[in-house]
């Protein structure tokens, strides 16, 4: 099962990303912030909602240094079929990762075997190749590109900034706490 602190699998995967067909492998993601986010399926209903939240704020995620994965069980072919034409996912930038096997899901454990489709899962992946942010909803809880961006903000934060972590509705530049037995019983 995929937990906090536990590595990236291994994998090897064919997508589609800015009109080329790609591998991408887990050799790709080490040494920089990545998000894997899962979806069911092209062509329905709430992942174009999804997928088009985090197109229109992908360049906050490249400030951040963050590489945008989505994934699901459709192959690549169907994704660059999907992109020519749906307004909403035309604007994606990011790589769209085919996994027709269920490889990469089930290494983040949210395949749904009897349907072979994915769960809506989202994974922040640190530097160091080991996941920092682990985030699943219903089939039907859309999810949203700025509750994301703020949890990638504090992931960073804490991670660069070691003995310190950041609140609930932290915001960059917000107060963080350092905890101590001093603090112990004054929140």
């Known amino acids: 099962m995929a937990r906090i602190n536990s590595p990236l699998k291994p ?25 894997f986010f899962f979806y069911p ?7 174009p909602t ?19 994965y989505s994934v699901s069980t459709d192959k690549h072919f169907t994704h ?11 604007k994606i930038k990011y790589v769209m ?13 949210v395949l749904i075997e009897e349907a072979g489709l994915a769960e809506r899962g989202t994974f922040l992946i640190d ?10 909803t219903a089939g ?11 949890k990638i903000e504090a992931a960073q934060y804490v991670a660069s900034h070691p003995g310190e972590v950041c609140p609930a509705k932290w915001k960059e530049g917000d107060k963080t706490l350092t905890p101590s037995l001093d603090l112990v019983g004054k929140i």
């Open 50 to 68: 999804e997928l088009e939240d985090l197109a229109e704020n992908y360049a906050a995620f490249q400030k951040l240094g963050v590489e945008i």
């Open 80 to 90: 660059k079929a999907w992109h020519d034409t749906s307004p909403a996912i035309s």
């Open 127 to 136: 530097p160091e190749g080991k996941i920092q942010y682990i985030e699943i």
């Open 41 to 47: 399926a092209d062509f329905t209903f709430v992942c």
């Open 140 to 150: 039907g809880v859309g999810r949203s590109a700025s509750e994301l961006l703020g």
């Open 97 to 109: 990762i085919g996994d027709p096997t269920g490889h990469l899901a089930r290494n983040f454990d």
């Open 11 to 35: 994998f090897e995967a064919d997508a589609f990303h800015n009109g080329k067909f790609i591998k991408v492998t887990d050799a790709d993601v080490k040494g920089k912030w990545s998000v």
